[in-house]
């Protein structure tokens, strides 16, 4: 049953099962306050609740967040400070 419900182009790449239906809740931005409440949304999502996979977040390997808070440059990305256009 999981299995099946792969379309052909996922089965192509490799996909085995699917789990859950695919979603997307994308939400426009037109206001700063949003724009912080989806951050702290975002970097305060691994230390909360079931994940808790760190302690403090803004040391969590795979998140902007020390960037956010420490202006700390991540060894892998190039983090694009959108707050700078709300200024």
């Not at 996909?15 to 724009?35: I, M, Y």
């Not at 989806?38 to 305060?44: A, G, M, N, V």
């Not at 967040?65 to 892998?76: D, L």
Request: aromatic residues 20%.
């Amino acid at each position: 049953m999981l299995s099946s419900a792969c379309s052909e182009k996922e089965k192509e790449k490799g996909q085995l099962h699917k789990v859950f239906e695919p979603s997307f809740d994308a939400k426009a931005v037109f206001t700063f306050e949003f724009l912080m409440q989806k951050l702290d949304y975002i970097h305060y999502n691994p230390v909360k609740g079931k994940w808790n996979l760190i302690d403090d977040f803004a040391n969590y390997l795979h998140s902007s967040a020390g960037f956010y808070e420490f202006e700390r440059i991540h060894p892998h990305v190039d983090i694009i400070d959108y707050r700078t256009y709300w200024y």
